[in-house]
């Protein structure tokens, strides 16, 4: 997909929530007219936080794998675990059956991409995986608050996302006069890296 002018936000130099929107607002500044926002999963909410606070910057918004909901129970108790083992440094990064639950079954035995996820986590390190999950550990439903948007909002998940409910989804884009959801074939919570073709097109398809 050809995109000319398009700016990456840097979540990972945020220490917290407020700096992640801060960090947003800052590369909406970078053009004059309003932006096709695009997140991905934690970034997807991020992102639309940032299009409810700057909602005339906003050409349309693109959500993947999130249904910009609260976190599950379980995903939050699993969440106070891994900080706490970060903090205490008994934290020796995501187990091989943490890693498997983000892909399709098809992809679960995939090395190449299981081995992609191993890599950010060690890359971008321990500091940055405990701001981040803090930083978003309490979400609020953002649906209602969508519903007074004007943009288009398109809802991306894999056919097989074993973190964000599809269920949840549906509810959501049913409440939505504006929205709609695009379910991708092969495909788990990481459908970026396991369809990112698929991904490309219907992301140039819905901008166009």
Request: glycine letters at 4%; hydrophobic letters at 45%.
């Amino acid at each position: 997909m050809n995109i000319p002018k398009r700016a990456f936000v840097p979540l990972q130099w945020a220490q917290n929530l407020d700096q992640m929107r801060m960090l947003s607002a800052d590369r909406l500044d970078y053009f004059d007219e309003p932006v096709h926002l695009v997140g991905f999963s934690m970034g997807a909410y991020i992102a639309a936080l940032t299009a409810l606070e700057h909602k005339s910057r906003v050409a349309s918004l693109t959500l993947i794998s999130s249904s910009c909901n609260a976190l599950p129970e379980d995903v939050l108790v699993q969440r106070k675990q891994t900080l706490k083992l970060i903090r205490s440094k008994q934290f020796k990064g995501s187990s091989e059956k943490h890693i498997i639950k983000y892909f399709h079954e098809a992809n679960q035995n995939d090395n190449a991409l299981k081995d992609v996820v191993k890599s950010m986590e060690r890359d971008l390190g321990m500091g940055v995986l405990e701001a981040q999950l803090s930083a978003t550990e309490v979400r609020k439903n953002l649906v209602l608050q969508l519903a007074t948007c004007h943009f288009p909002i398109q809802f991306v998940v894999g056919e097989q996302d074993n973190l964000v409910k599809l269920t949840e989804i549906e509810r959501a884009v049913a409440s939505l006069q504006q929205a709609k959801v695009t379910i991708i074939k092969g495909a788990g919570h990481m459908l970026p890296l396991e369809q990112p073709i698929t991904l490309a097109q219907k992301l140039a398809n819905f901008i166009a």
